[in-house]
């Protein structure tokens, strides 16, 4: 039993900022990777950026330079914080974690809700 619990997402300008957060709850004895994903209407879900374990990260070439990736390991929680936010941004974001609830059990693929982020002027 595992949840992924996001927030920040909303309505702001071009050029704005938002900052996201997505906390991992339930059983969790560890976790290999959290990230986020994107989703506009039309298009395939697309990875924006990824951490893996303490330092590791990998961004989408659109959001280099302007998004930024970290995480809070005793919190099990990942922050994403968009700058420079353009109307191409505009999508459904989710949170992604690739953990392992036990030991013994593989590593699995949890997902959030998803959170709307419009930037629109």
């Known amino acids: 039993q595992v949840q992924l619990v996001e927030s920040g997402g909303g309505l702001v300008q071009p050029g704005g900022s938002l900052r996201l957060s997505c906390a991992a709850s339930?059983?969790?004895?560890?976790?290999?990777?959290m990230g986020w994903y994107r989703q506009a209407p039309g298009k395939e879900r697309e990875l924006v950026a990824r951490i893996i374990g303490n330092e590791g990260t990998n961004y989408a070439d659109s959001v280099k330079g302007r998004f930024t990736i970290s995480s809070d390991n005793a919190k099990n929680t990942v922050y994403l914080q968009m700058n420079s936010l353009k109307p191409e941004d505009t999508a459904v974001y989710f949170c992604?974690?690739?953990?392992?609830?036990?030991?013994?059990?593989?590593?699995?693929?949890?997902w959030g809700q998803g959170t709307q982020v419009t930037v629109s002027s």
């Open positions: 339930g059983n969790i004895f560890s976790i290999n990777a």
């Open positions: 992604n974690a690739y953990l392992r609830s036990t030991p013994i059990h593989p590593l699995t693929n949890y």
